[in-house]
């Protein structure tokens, strides 16, 4: 796995930033509105895009405004690998794991 999907997956092991480029993959938006259904500050929520942007983050200037936006390219190595079967058995999806049995042996 290259650094790159590392990097996207870390990104999106949060939450917050899971939920962060869910809502700007339906478009872009300020930082005020990314903040606001998350209860959290601003300060907070620009962290979250700094640590969000192997995940394809990018927030510009517009004014007084930084407006954010998803840069989809970001994430199509993860998607590609996952197609390619990172996380897929051969029939094509995802691969549960298996529990095996306890046997009474500690040893």
């Known amino acids: 796995?290259?650094?790159t999907i590392d990097l996207?997956?870390?990104?999106l092991a949060d939450p917050t930033r899971r939920a962060m480029v869910e809502r700007l993959s339906r478009g872009h938006a300020s930082v005020t509105e990314l903040a606001s259904p998350l209860r959290m500050s601003l300060p907070a929520v620009v962290q979250h895009l700094r640590s969000s942007k192997?995940?394809?983050s990018s927030a510009r200037k517009n004014g007084g405004a930084s407006a954010v936006r998803l840069e989809a390219s970001a994430l199509l190595d993860a998607?590609?690998?996952i197609a390619r079967g990172?996380?897929?058995?051969?029939?094509?999806?995802?691969a549960s794991p298996t529990i095996l049995p306890e046997t009474?042996?500690?040893?």
């Open 1 to 3: 796995m290259s650094a």
């Open 8 to 11: 996207v997956f870390q990104a």
């Open 54 to 56: 192997p995940a394809g």
């Open 79 to 81: 998607e590609n690998w």
């Open 86 to 94: 990172g996380l897929c058995g051969s029939a094509g999806s995802i």
């Open 104 to 107: 009474g042996n500690n040893d």
